[in-house]
Antibody, heavy 119, light 108 residues
């Protein structure tokens, strides 16, 4: 069974850094793209970017380029989303999702990580 | 344009048929995929490609495309179908990069 398990909820202050994680299991982690998707409170889904763990090829949505860093460690089957300087507008639920082969779909999702940024 | 437009909300009587639509230029080239999200849960893929359903998705969910508009149809809507529905389209690299704004489905 394919599973993506994300790290737990975080409460941070503006200006702090943060890295959240997404561990895959039940499939060949290195050979499937993993994306990050943001959902701000009461809002819709926003694609942030995607990484191919085998070679760390990474693509960012223009809206998120330079705002976050996506990385992956294929030795631990884990993808990461990192902020160097958080702001209140980063408060959201962040989902990781596996791109399913060539179909251009997200066929498996993590449970989501709630990030709250507040002074 | 890479945007996808959905109606914010739609309602349907229990057991009736409802269509949720998604408009965007990319849909002239690529099929939409559809995701259902219930409160407090992660999205769930319910439809993709021409009219494919992942394992476990009931066959009351079906899809179609005409021009720049993709539709998700639920035939005989059930109470458990309530939730938010998002369409998505891929880019030329195959990455599912664009989500519609979402449609909130209420089953009356």
């Amino acid at each position: 069974e394919v599973q993506l398990v994300q790290s737990g909820a975080e409460v941070k202050k503006p200006g702090e850094s943060l890295k959240i994680s997404c561990e895959g299991s039940g499939y060949s982690f290195s050979y499937y793209w993993i994306a990050w998707v943001r959902q701000m409170p009461g809002k819709g889904l926003e694609y942030m970017g995607i990484i191919y763990p085998a070679d760390s090829d990474t693509k960012y949505s223009p809206s998120f380029q330079g705002q976050v860093t996506i990385s992956a460690d294929k030795s631990t089957n884990t993808a990461y989303l990192h902020w160097s300087t958080l702001t209140a507008s980063d408060t959201a639920i962040y989902f990781c999702a596996r791109r399913g082969g060539d179909a251009g779909i997200f066929d498996s999702w993590g449970q989501g990580t709630l990030v709250t940024v507040s002074s | 344009s890479s945007e996808l437009t959905q109606d914010p909300s739609v309602s349907v009587a229990l057991g009736q048929t409802v269509r949720i639509t998604c408009q965007g230029d990319s849909l002239r080239s690529y099929y939409a995929s559809w995701y259902q999200q219930k409160p407090g849960q992660a999205p769930l893929l319910v439809l993709y490609a021409k009219n494919k359903r992942p394992s476990g998705i009931p066959d009351r969910f079906s899809g179609s495309t005409s021009g720049n508009t993709a539709s998700l149809t639920i035939t005989g809507a059930q109470a458990e179908d309530e939730g938010d529905y998002y369409c998505n389209s891929r880019d030329s690299s195959g990455h599912p990069v664009v989500f519609g704004g979402g449609t909130k489905l209420t089953v009356l």
